[in-house]
């Protein structure tokens, strides 16, 4: 069954991006990681926000460019009030969060659709769709910039504790969304 996934690498004070979306923050921070080769691994495509999309990717211009450090070769879909006119190598673009979502199960098969970007996760959390939340916490603490959890959806989410370990210098944690 095609689980929705929302994981991310945040800094231990909650934030996911630098100011004005920056990832650099991440750079210094990347080693081989089986946490994060599992996570790439149980994705069968990445459901993926605009601005996340079109962010600063810390590897550009690199073979490590793109998610997973250059290693993604699946669909990437992407909700976006502006598709562009030029098609994109392996990226879907959706206009409405239902279409999205439903291209990005049918692309996954039997593995998990991965969220990336806070407010798309935000989006599936307010609705009832996310199954799971990973985060890498990073051990820095950044001050400001975009938050893994800007809104919730304005109500109370119960998450159960699936995972908690070691994972590079930092700490995985996995939650299940009860239902």
Not at 64 to 71: C, K, L, Q, S, T
Not at 133 to 161: N, S
Request: some cysteine; proline content about 5%.
């Amino acid at each position: 069954m095609t689980r929705i996934v929302y994981a991310a690498a945040m800094s231990f004070d909650g934030y996911i991006a630098g100011p004005e979306h920056d990832m650099q923050w991440l750079t210094p921070h990347f080693a081989p990681n089986p946490d994060a080769d599992d996570l790439m691994h149980r994705a069968g495509s990445l459901l993926v926000g605009r601005t996340t999309y079109g962010s600063d990717d810390p590897n550009a211009g690199t073979d490590a460019e793109g998610p997973f450090g250059g290693r993604w070769h699946g669909l990437q879909v992407v909700l976006t009030h502006r598709v562009p006119d030029e098609p994109v190598e392996g990226v879907e673009f959706y206009d409405d969060l239902d279409r999205a979502l439903a291209r990005a199960r049918e692309a996954a098969g039997d593995k998990d659709v991965e969220i990336l970007g806070a407010d798309i996760a935000r989006q599936c959390l307010e609705r009832g769709l996310v199954d799971e939340i990973v985060m890498l916490v990073v051990p820095v603490l950044l001050g400001d910039g975009v938050r893994m959890f800007h809104e919730a959806g304005g109500h109370e989410i119960r998450l159960k504790q699936t995972r908690a370990a070691q994972s590079g210098a930092g700490a995985l944690l996995a939650y299940e969304v009860v239902r």
